[in-house]
Each structure stands twice: as structure tokens, then as C-alpha cells.
């Protein structure tokens, strides 16, 4: 174990780490901090599962941020994303209900899925389900 600020921080050798972000947990943030807080665990070689998605603009920048730093930080490859969402058919009025409830509480009615490319080998998105095929170490 390494002690960092106070708190200790276990180091995993060639294991698999995923983490499991509830979106309470960005919620409040803004975009910068919600992709630095992504970047932070993505540069540890974690793979994340986020309960809700990230908003286009975030992702985009996300992306955008993940490609400077591709040549420039030894060792990282860039990010995979895949994104299931619960988009069904709906009627006029669930459809404006929910859209109430996504400004209101943003979208927690999917799951997205961010993993460093060095350890995520493919992710496959069908409509209902996120395959996700890993390399070995």
C-alpha cells in the first residue's frame, strides 16, 4: 500500500480495476471537473461505469482532451466510451415528462461505459447491450 494525502491508496499490478461512478457523484460538478474527474481515474487504468451519461458537448471535450494527451503522456492510448441508454418508444406525454425529469435531475436512464485503450481492446454497442472485450496483460 502507498500512503498519498493521508489516505491509502492500494496499487494493483496487472489486475482489472473497474469503478463504479453513481452520477450523484458528478451531478453537481461542471463539465471541466466531471472530465478531470473521469481523466484522474482513466490515467489509473480504470474502466468506469457511469450510472446516466454525459452530456455531447462533455464527451466531446472529453475526447478532445484524450487526444492531447495521446504522444504526449508515455503509455496512454486514448479512451473507448460506449454509452446504453433506456431509449424506448414513448407517447407524447412520458416523452415530456421525461424531458422534465433529464433538465431537472439530468439522464440517469443509461449507463456509460469509459475504459483507458490500453486495457480496452473493443467495445461493441448493440441496442440493449455494451460488449466489452479486453487485452491481457
Not at 416523452?95 to 425529469?101: C, L
Request: aromatic share 4%.
Amino acid at each position: 500500500m502507498v500512503k498519498k494525502k493521508g489516505v491509502e491508496e492500494r496499487k494493483y499490478r496487472g489486475e482489472l480495476m473497474i469503478h463504479f461512478m453513481p452520477y450523484s457523484e458528478i451531478a453537481r460538478d461542471d463539465a471541466l471537473t466531471r472530465i478531470k474527474k473521469i481523466m484522474g481515474l482513466v490515467l489509473q487504468n480504470k474502466i468506469i461505469i457511469l450510472q446516466g451519461r454525459l452530456k455531447s458537448e462533455e464527451e466531446a471535450r472529453l475526447i478532445e482532451h484524450t487526444m492531447t494527451l495521446v504522444g504526449n503522456l508515455p503509455g496512454f492510448q486514448g479512451v473507448e466510451i460506449a454509452v446504453l441508454s433506456g431509449e424506448t418508444e414513448r407517447s407524447m406525454f412520458e416523452n415530456v415528462r421525461r424531458n422534465i425529469a433529464k433538465i431537472l435531475i439530468g439522464e440517469q436512464d443509461a449507463v456509460t461505459i469509459i475504459g483507458p485503450a490500453s486495457v480496452v481492446k473493443e467495445m461493441k454497442r448493440n441496442p440493449k447491450k455494451i460488449e466489452l472485450l479486453l487485452k491481457r496483460r
